[in-house]
């Protein structure tokens, strides 16, 4: 899949335009670092890898073990939905090729779902 959608060049156009998206949200901005330059390399590291690519992120950074390395931050479905809104924009910029951004999606879906850590506050 990695190939597929264009490789190195595509995920990084993919990542960059994601985290535009990031800073902007105002539900998610605040958690991330004002530099964000770490953050967007270890992210391209990681879909390069989650796409079938070279396993970057693991080599530099070890188990990914992503659920463990968010716990320090609050993220409940709000924070979830709006990291895949921001997801959903990239797509649309950078016009990811339809037939595979469904299955990306639906998988980077899953894992922000499992990202969860904060209980549903009952209103
Ligand atoms: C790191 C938030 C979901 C992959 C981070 C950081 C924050 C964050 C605040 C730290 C940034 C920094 O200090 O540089 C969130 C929120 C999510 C979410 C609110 C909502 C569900 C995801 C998903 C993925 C992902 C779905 C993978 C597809 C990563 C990676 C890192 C990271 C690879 C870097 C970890 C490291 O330090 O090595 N995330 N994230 N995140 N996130 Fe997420």
């Given at each position: 899949m990695f190939e597929a959608i264009g490789g190195e060049k595509t995920v990084n156009r993919l990542v960059e335009a994601f985290y535009h998206h990031v800073k902007l949200h105002p539900v998610i901005s605040s958690l991330f670092p004002d530099d964000m330059s770490e953050t967007v390399r270890k992210q391209k590291q990681f879909l390069t890898q989650l796409l079938g690519g070279p396993q970057l992120y693991s080599m530099e950074h070890g188990h990914p073990m992503l659920r463990a390395r968010h716990l320090h931050?609050?993220?409940?479905?709000?924070?979830?939905?709006?990291?895949?809104?921001?997801?959903?924009?990239?797509?649309?910029?950078?016009?990811?090729?339809?037939?595979?951004?469904?299955?990306?999606?639906?998988?980077?879906s899953k894992t922000a779902h499992h990202m969860i850590n904060q209980p549903a506050i009952n209103h």
């Open positions: 931050f609050k993220i409940g479905a709000e924070e979830a939905d709006a990291w895949l809104t921001c997801m959903d924009h990239a797509m649309n910029d950078i016009g990811l090729d339809p037939e595979y951004r469904k299955i990306i999606f639906e998988r980077l």
